[in-house]
């Protein structure tokens, strides 16, 4: 290990030492208000001061849990590669294919980005169609860093809805395309190449020496790539908790408004963004009058119908596959929006 990953190493660890002796030597509503009112010197009961309380209440909170779960998981994620990843999914039936690809997409690291050698290696290999897209669906929209951001803001049973939900929509998406037999709609040249998936393979390591390397290495390209967006966002957060009316909020996004989970829909459909960022925003939202299933609406649409990824997706599909996949997955977001927005 040379010496530049070893300051990387040593860096992550101090700050999340530093973030440790936060949260356990202070309370962080304690810490929160010293910080705004004592430190800074704000006046209370201004949108301002509310706003920096906001954003000095979630961020030690937030990084410290991202980069704890962000280093056990790559030390799991170093058991698999996208080879392996084709192996287990090879020869299953579908409905039990479609579960198993849709657990996999959250527990490897591929991403949208990943789409395009990943579906031709998956059809190369004779996954159904339908499977494919479980993982395609499930890999981008359910990942650690909107479990962690869920369960530090809202608690576990949000975190919960999200993933079950999550998983439930790539499951059935799946399903049904799967049982639509479009294999037509793909692009010929796909069937045509052979996947070209080579990386290390980690899942052969045997010492978890190396595999606790991987995790810090996880940390520094997850956490190291996000912790901007996170601070944004709740940046971002902590205005909207400090200056939206709460009335308009609710007229926009609540319970009441029968149009708002579509709206939430289009909105988020356009803005590319990671969960990192979006989701402080979607805790200001929510403490603003936004229904929940409004807000889980919205956030999906985020991070699982990006436009990107079509973009992507169409050096691969044709058109009305894309036109398909993006209309039952856009169905199965607006039924867990009304179905929250009427159960909680």
């Known amino acids: 290990m040379n010496k530049s990953k070893k300051l990387k190493i040593y860096m992550m660890l101090g700050i999340l030492f530093l973030l440790a002796w936060v949260l356990i030597y202070f309370n962080l509503g304690h810490f929160s208000k010293w910080f705004t009112y004592q430190f800074l010197n704000l006046k209370p009961d201004t949108r301002f001061s509310s706003a920096v309380e906001f954003f000095a209440f979630d961020a030690p909170k937030v990084l410290l849990l991202l980069t704890i779960v962000v280093f056990v998981v790559g030390i799991i994620r170093s058991f698999f590669t996208p080879d392996r990843t084709r192996k287990i999914l090879a020869g299953k039936k579908e409905l039990i294919g479609n579960i198993l690809a849709a657990l996999l997409g959250v527990a490897t690291p591929f991403c949208t980005c990943s789409a395009v050698p990943l579906f031709i290696g998956f059809v190369t290999t004779g996954i159904p169609l339908g499977v494919t897209f479980s993982f395609l669906i499930s890999a981008p929209l359910i990942n650690e860093v909107a479990l962690v951001l869920l369960y530090g803001l809202f608690g576990y049973k949000v975190a919960l809805i999200y993933l079950s939900t999550g998983l439930l929509i790539a499951i059935i998406s799946g399903w049904i395309i799967g049982k639509l037999y479009l294999e037509k709609y793909i692009e010929e040249w796909v069937f045509e190449t052979k996947a070209s998936l080579e990386s290390k393979d980690t899942s052969k390591t045997s010492l978890w020496v190396e595999r606790i390397e991987y995790g810090v290495k996880a940390v520094d390209d997850i956490v190291g790539k996000v912790w901007i967006y996170i601070l944004i966002g709740l940046a971002v957060g902590a205005w909207i908790h400090g200056y939206v009316p709460e009335d308009f909020m609710a007229s926009i996004m ?91």
């Not at 709206?263 to 990671?274: F, R």
């Not at 699982?304 to 169905?331: A, D, N, W």
Request: no cysteine; charged share 10%.
């Open 254 to 344: 609540g319970k009441e408004a029968w149009w708002s989970v579509p709206l939430g829909v289009l909105i988020g459909v356009p803005m590319y963004s990671n969960a990192a960022a979006i989701i402080p925003i979607v805790q200001a939202l929510l403490e603003k009058g936004a229904a929940l299933g409004t807000a889980l609406a919205f956030m999906m649409a985020v991070i699982g119908l990006s436009l990107p990824e079509f973009i992507i997706l169409r050096k691969v599909l044709k058109l009305r596959l894309i036109i398909i996949f993006v209309s039952i997955v856009t169905f199965g977001i607006l039924v867990v929006g009304y179905l929250f927005n009427v159960l909680i």
